[in-house]
């Protein structure tokens, strides 16, 4: 049975009611993370927590909890689902405006609802391992402030869908002939001997696993530039990754139905991977290298 979280209790997760005027469920007037835990542990729970703030404050929300609380209830959240007993597990954490007469401007005084989750984190499979993804790409449909992770993500959804019945495991979004990111991932892309990932700005979320990669491809020793990533330098490059807290680094192997590179995940992807499936039981190091590097 999984506990779930819930305006300040914890309650099986099909006990969980919302509101039909939720602002949340009637405008998506609301933000999310999603964290990853490993062994009862969040990963890098500073950096998604420093997120949620910005998100919060993106959409103008004051943030219902102070730090201590936060980490509390999501420490809580793991134990009550079996703590290391448990395996991987993601946690979902939602805040909406909350309820309110339905009205698009804001309400004069409605506590916000904060919801919170945990669903398992599937590892990589070793066919993935071996042979990589497919991803398509589709054009970039979405609201301009995706730096703001906010739950209207319907553009998203559709984005995702096409993939799927495609038999793509994503699809990759192209503004004006460039790159923005995933449809829930941020991309890198292996141009020559560079590692290439397109630069922070609100049409793309600034990825807590992109950051941490960053790092990682830096201390590997391999280039890395962020700099504006175009169609066609994707489609005739040597590596594609894609990224985000579940996921990981994912490699693409197959863009559109065409090879990328050997069409098998790359040796640089190999080396990036493992570096971060080292960094995942050390959180406390691994936040610290993303905190020395270009964190978003």
Not at 4 to 9: P, Q, T, V
Not at 123 to 141: P, Q
Not at 182 to 193: E, K, P, Q, R, T
């Amino acid at each position: 049975m999984t506990i779930a979280f819930h305006n300040g209790d914890f309650l099986p997760l099909e006990s969980v009611c919302i509101s039909p005027l939720d602002r949340g469920f009637l405008f998506g007037d609301s933000v999310y993370e999603v964290i990853p835990s490993y062994g009862g542990e969040p990963f890098l729970l500073d950096e998604h927590l420093d997120r949620l703030a910005r998100s919060l404050a993106g959409i103008r929300l004051p943030d219902p909890y102070p730090r201590a609380e936060w980490e509390g209830l999501l420490h809580r959240l793991l134990r009550e689902n079996g703590g290391d007993r448990a395996g991987d597990l993601g946690i979902y954490l939602q805040v909406t405006r909350g309820v309110a007469p339905r009205d698009h401007a804001f309400p004069q005084a409605a506590p916000p609802t904060v919801f919170a989750m945990v669903s398992p984190i599937r590892a990589l499979a070793d066919s993935t391992r071996r042979e990589g993804v497919a991803a398509v790409t589709g054009e970039d449909h979405r609201w301009g402030r995706c730096d703001i992770k906010a739950t209207t993500l319907l553009a998203n959804v559709l984005a995702r869908q096409t993939a799927t019945e495609q038999g793509a495991a994503e699809a990759i979004l192209l503004s004006g002939g460039q790159v923005s990111e995933g449809a829930a991932s941020n991309v890198f892309a292996v141009i020559g001997d560079t590692v290439v990932t397109p630069p922070l700005a609100p049409n793309l979320l600034p990825g807590i696993t992109r950051a941490l990669v960053i790092r990682l491809i830096r201390d590997a020793g391999f280039a890395l530039a962020e700099r504006p990533l175009s169609e066609a330098e994707l489609r005739s490059a040597r590596e594609i990754w894609l990224t985000s807290s579940t996921r990981e680094v994912l490699p693409v192997t197959r863009l559109d139905g065409v090879p990328v590179g050997d069409a098998v995940p790359g040796p640089v992807w190999q080396a990036v991977h493992a570096a971060y499936q080292a960094a995942k039981p050390g959180t406390a190091g691994a936040a610290a290298a993303v905190r020395e590097g270009d964190t978003p």
